[in-house]
Structure formats: structure tokens, C-alpha cells
């Protein structure tokens, strides 16, 4: 110390002198015993290594403040504003590469499509019918389809109409698909049906093999029939099998129609409340007849196509020759009967449930 004073003086610097501790301002610390302090407040404040030189500033200027006076403890401690950010921002990365990735899948999917023949406009467009599917899943669909002898076109027309078949699971599709090539529907015969009828392929599989059991069962077509049934009429496939059923029975044993001809006119296309009308119509008015065991009648019946594949107007100018006011008065009083029939037949069935009934207590009267 005092070699110090001697060098001060020499200077003419007057000497520094030690002041007590006890005499010490309580704002002046020591740089010495913070240092730890900071190091141990910067690890503590940032969990990631990489975050240290963000809050190196902002924690020496708090050490500054609370060295000038102010309180370490009671000053408040504000967060980088990236920090805060940092899980927005991460999960924006995350959508960004995931929106990359699909982009990239899209792209491979995009080539393949071009190669069956689709216009870049409805490769656009079928990526985008089904937002939530996956580009693979919409490829893997389409490539049955097309295998199945359907062209770009009615693919695309049939996806746009029915998008619910690319949430389809493949296997179900190949499977399905399988199954419509035994019936004698490949070859391009399905672009009809995918057009009427797309839940050919969404319909749970006894559906259509109760559809297909009533019309070789029950009304006896044969294979080729019933694949030319389906090809020109699929529709039936939505019906209940029982009224399906009845429609060819009327067909067949009321207005004497044969398999072949039921085939050729698309018969089973039809309602049954239209051909019944215009039927019995025209057999009230004396233009049908009902052919005999041998198929032969005494007037000339109307064709088929006539009654049934034209416009109500066009059947009542041409075919029955009568009055549109005349064929709604009948139409009403058919209605009536068949009310009335209806109700006889629920009459008669409960007069049959009496009798069984009656004879069940006078055979036990008789025991």
C-alpha cells in the first residue's frame, strides 16, 4: 500500500485509501462475485444453448440497471420476442414441409396420369376432389378403373360425380372390381353403369348378390342376360329385390313380354307405376291384349318402345289415341282399386288368421 502511495504522489495523483466494509455504499457490488450470478441467470432464463446470445444483452442490461440501484430481483423479466414466437414459427415450418412433401408425391402421381391419356386440366382437377385423400390412393383408384376398360373421360366424370369412391380402400376396389369382370361387365361395358349407378362400387356385396340372385333365380335369365341387364339397366341395382322380382312377373305373365324382349327394351329401367298405367290403359281402351299359351293375340299389341320409351304426350297422341284429361281421370281410378285390392287382400288375410284360429280351438274342444 504504501509503495502505491509513493508511485501516486510521484504521479501526482493524490492516493487511493481502503474504505471499511462497514463504510461502503450498499448500491456499489462487487463485479467479481456477480459474475457467476449472470452465467448461472443466463441458464436458468435460456433452456436452448442457442438462445444465450439472444439474452445476453437484454440480462447485462438488467445486471446494469440493478447495479445503478435498482433491484435484481424485483425487475421484471421479458422474454425475447422471437422466443415467444418460436412455436408459431415452427409450426408454420412444419405445414411448409408438409405442403412440400405432398407437392412433391403430386408431381409423381401427376405423370402417370398424363400417360393414361388425362388433360393436365383434369389431372388438376381430380387432385383437388378430394382434398383430405392421398395422391397415391387417388393413382391406385384410378388405375382399377381404367383396368376395368373405362376410358379417361368417364373416369373423370364418374370421380367428379361419386367422390366418395376415392376413400374407397383398394383392396375393396380390386375385389369389387373382380367381381364385375365375373359378372361380364369389363371390356367397357361399366362406363354405363359407374355413370348411372357409381354405388356399384360403394353397395355392401350382398346388396348386389341379391340383385343378382332374384334375376337368375327367380326369373330365370341367364348370364349374359343379366350382365346385359345390368349394362343397360343399372339402376335394378338400387331396387328392392322382392319389387324387382314383381316387375318381371308382370312383364312376363300380365302383358306377355319374354326374357329376351324384357332385355332389349331395358324393361327393368322403368317404374312399375308407369308401365302399369299406361298398360292397363291401353287394354281398357282395346289397343292391348294379353297373348295366349302360344303367344299369339287377336289385335296387334303396340310395341314396347312405343309405350314406355316416350313422353306421356307422345304415348297418348300415337299409341292410345285419346286425351290427356281421360288418362288422368283413369289414372285416379286405378289408384282407387289398386287401394281398394289392397285392402281386400289385408281383409282377406285376417279372415284367414280367424279361421286358423276357430279350427286351433275346435281341435282342442275335441281333445
Known amino acids: 500500500c504504501l509503495g502505491a502511495g509513493r508511485w501516486a504522489l510521484a504521479a501526482g495523483r493524490r492516493p487511493a485509501t481502503r474504505r471499511p466494509a462497514s463504510l461502503r455504499s450498499p448500491e456499489v457490488f462487487d463485479w467479481h462475485r456477480l459474475i457467476p450470478l449472470t452465467w448461472a441467470l443466463v441458464a436458468r432464463r435460456t433452456p436452448h444453448l442457442g438462445e444465450q446470445k439472444r439474452t445476453a444483452a437484454f440480462l447485462l442490461r438488467k445486471l446494469t440497471t440493478a447495479s445503478s440501484g435498482g433491484g435484481l430481483e424485483d425487475s421484471s423479466f421479458a422474454e425475447p420476442r422471437k422466443y415467444v414466437q418460436e412455436p408459431e414459427c415452427r409450426t408454420r415450418l412444419v405445414q411448409h414441409l408438409l405442403e412440400k ?15 393414361m391419356g388425362f388433360s393436365e386440366v383434369h389431372v388438376n382437377e381430380l387432385l383437388s376432389i378430394q382434398p383430405g385423400a392421398h395422391p397415391q390412393q387417388l ?59 357409381p354405388e356399384v362400387f360403394t353397395a355392401r356385396q350382398q346388396d348386389i348378390d341379391s340383385i343378382v340372385r332374384v334375376l337368375k333365380e327367380k326369373c330365370l335369365f341367364t348370364g349374359k342376360q343379366v350382365a346385359e341387364i ?24 300380365r302383358m306377355g313380354v319374354k326374357h329376351a324382349d324384357v332385355v332389349r327394351t331395358n324393361f327393368l329401367q322403368y317404374s312399375i307405376t308407369k308401365t302399369r298405367q299406361r298398360h292397363v290403359f291401353l287394354e281398357r281402351l282395346g289397343r292391348y291384349q294379353t297373348p295366349d299359351k302360344k303367344g299369339q293375340t287377336q289385335i296387334p299389341n303396340p310395341l314396347l318402345k312405343d309405350i314406355l320409351r316416350v313422353s306421356e304426350a307422345e304415348f297418348l297422341a300415337r299409341t292410345a289415341h285419346s286425351s290427356a284429361e281421360e288418362f288422368e281421370v283413369f289414372k285416379k281410378l286405378l289408384a282407387r282399386e289398386e287401394e281398394e285390392e289392397s285392402a281386400g287382400h289385408m281383409t282377406g288375410d285376417e279372415s284367414l288368421d280367424l279361421d286358423e284360429e276357430e279350427e286351433e280351438e275346435d281341435e282342442e274342444r275335441e281333445l
Open 101 to 115: 412433401q405432398r407437392t412433391a408425391v403430386e408431381r409423381e402421381v401427376t405423370s402417370p396420369l398424363l400417360d
Open 139 to 197: 393413382l391406385d383408384i384410378i388405375s382399377e378403373l381404367i383396368l376395368l376398360g373405362l376410358n379417361p373421360e368417364p373416369v373423370y366424370v364418374a370421380l367428379k360425380k361419386s367422390p366418395q369412391l376415392l376413400k374407397l380402400p383398394i383392396m375393396q376396389m380390386r375385389k369389387r372390381s373382380s367381381y364385375l369382370r365375373k359378372l361380364g361387365l369389363g371390356e367397357g361395358k361399366l362406363k354405363r353403369v359407374l355413370h348411372c349407378c
Open 230 to 253: 345390368l349394362h343397360r339397366c343399372p339402376c335394378v341395382l338400387r331396387e328392392d329385390p322382392a319389387a324387382l322380382e314383381y316387375k318381371f312377373q308382370y312383364a312376363y305373365f
